[in-house]
């Protein structure tokens, strides 16, 4: 008579306490030799032994023991325990943890994406940026060119930064492309699927301040999310009205992502003790300012991009 015609016959009684048993006393995986031995019986055949693949060892099935009874066995079998066996083993399950890695920051991207794109539409990037790549910028001075060098490298290395929360700190006089390249890395990342929010500080401020007004407190919202999203561009910080909301409003946002070790670019028209001096408020209190500027400027790597205006020389649709 087969263990399956057993079963059949048995009396359903007392499943919950023996289930119970079998958990704490830890024995609940059984081969089906073991399970021979104990007399231990089982609902569906087991799956034909494997061999190893390397030594040629029998490799048994495992089952799962519920209410005194084998009610499941493992697809797999178990595992060979040789050296090469080992050693595929330990290289497949580094590799699934990887792709299982893989696969969760790009849930986390997509969740942070869509919550970007919900409240504040796509990534802040105007249509006057679209075009403003790496590909299109012109490299025809070595300052032009050791500028483009080191915005290229932090996007194409963006991981390792943002692992290191690493920023830019983009000054330098009006129309020397420091909006051009911190747009370019912008669309570069975007184009990875990366969450990037590109703004002025003007917009930035003004988002936030519009969000007041909508039902559901979604200040706080998009607030969080200047504080979440991978990357965060403020161009042309310094350029804002100032007052005490949008100077607290600012340090909270940079503080944040200080402490959070979250990099921020910034593109300026000043060096860091003029933007202490831009920002603050008359007559107000500059601590904070000078506790940011400090951050931004210990994160970062500084670059400066001091020539003339190309806006002079070529007609440009702003
Ligand atoms: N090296 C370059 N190659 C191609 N286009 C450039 C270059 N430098 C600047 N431009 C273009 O010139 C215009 C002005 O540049 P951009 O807006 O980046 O200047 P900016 O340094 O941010 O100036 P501001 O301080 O006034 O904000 C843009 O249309 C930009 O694409
Ligand atoms: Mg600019
Ligand atoms: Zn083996």
Redesign the pocket.
């Known amino acids: 008579m087969s263990r399956l015609t057993q079963i059949n016959e048995a009396q359903p009684t007392g499943e919950i306490s023996s289930h119970r048993e079998d958990l704490r006393g830890r024995n609940n995986v059984v081969t089906p030799k073991q399970a021979a031995e104990r007399g231990i019986p089982w609902t569906r055949e087991p799956p034909e032994d494997k061999k190893c693949k390397f030594c040629g060892r029998t490799l048994e099935h495992e089952g799962l023991v519920f209410a005194g009874r084998v009610i499941t066995w493992r697809a797999d079998p178990r595992r060979c325990t040789c050296e090469r066996a080992q050693a595929y083993w330990a290289r497949h399950d580094k590799l699934e943890a990887e792709r299982k890695e893989t696969e969760a920051e790009e849930q986390r991207r997509a969740a942070l994406q869509q919550r970007v794109d919900r409240l504040l539409g796509r990534s802040g990037i105007k249509k006057r940026f679209q ?2 790549t790496f590909p ?5 001075t070595p300052g ?1 060119k050791k500028n ?1 060098e080191i915005a290229k490298e932090y996007a194409d290395n963006f991981i390792d930064h943002r692992e290191k929360g690493e920023g830019l700190y983009i000054e ?10 911190a ?1 370019a890395i912008a669309l570069q990342l975007i184009s990875q699927g990366i969450p990037v929010i590109c703004k002025t500080s003007n917009d930035l401020l003004l988002d936030i301040r519009k969000s007041f007004d909508d039902e559901g407190g979604s200040e706080a919202q998009v607030l969080g999310i200047y504080k979440a999203v991978d990357l965060l561009i403020i ?2 910080l310094g350029k804002e009205r100032c007052s005490e909301w949008s100077m607290s409003t600012l340090y909270s946002i940079l503080n944040d992502r200080y402490e959070d070790m979250k990099p921020t670019i910034v ?1 300026t ?1 000043y060096n860091t003790d003029d933007l202490v001096e831009e920002l603050t408020p008359k007559g107000a209190d500059n601590t904070k300012i000078v506790a940011i500027v400090s951050r931004l400027k210990e994160t970062s790597t500084v670059m400066s ?1 001091v020539w003339e205006d ?2 002079g020389r ?1 007609e ?3």
């Open positions: 075009r403003r299109n910028f012109i490299t025809d032009r483009y330098g006089t009006n129309g020397t492309g420091k909006t051009h390249l747009a161009d042309d593109t028209n991009m190309i806006r070529e440009t649709q702003e």
